[in-house]
């Protein structure tokens, strides 16, 4: 399983600007890695998602906010989060898939059920 390690997470006011990292490994070129989104009482929400290829693809609420990129030099997948509303607030984790087969599409990038490994997250919270 790809070694998975979230940082970035804290406590910013509407409007702020964070980035998210998310501590893989060499390998992870060869893997799909998403961000998700979780709060109490929610379904676990997929916000953005890297192929292998270099698709990438956001959830609707996200799009020019948010941008998922790689730096393999550093084996590291970020998430630059921008103009952060209170609804943003939640745990952040970033997960992992080893990509086999056709090209996952958007849907597939950000859908949780496709994803196997989970990093523990990190904590997002968005005050008004």
């Known amino acids: 399983a790809l070694p998975l390690a979230e940082s970035g997470g804290a406590s910013v006011q509407a409007g702020g600007s964070l980035t998210l990292s998310c501590a893989t490994s060499?390998?992870?070129?060869?893997?799909?890695i998403g961000w998700f989104r979780q709060t109490p009482g929610k379904v676990r929400e997929g916000v953005a998602g890297?192929?292998?290829?270099?698709?990438?693809a956001y959830a609707e609420s996200v799009k020019g906010r948010f941008t998922i990129s790689r730096d393999n030099a550093k084996e590291t997948v970020f998430l630059q989060v921008s103009d952060l509303r209170p609804e943003d607030t939640g745990l952040y984790r970033c997960a992992s898939r080893l990509s086999v087969g056709s090209p996952w599409d958007t849907k597939e990038l950000l859908d949780p059920n496709n994803y196997v490994s989970w990093g523990q997250g990190t904590q997002v919270t968005v005050s008004p």
């Open positions: 060499p390998d992870s070129r060869y893997y799909y």
């Open positions: 890297s192929s292998p290829d270099g698709s990438v």
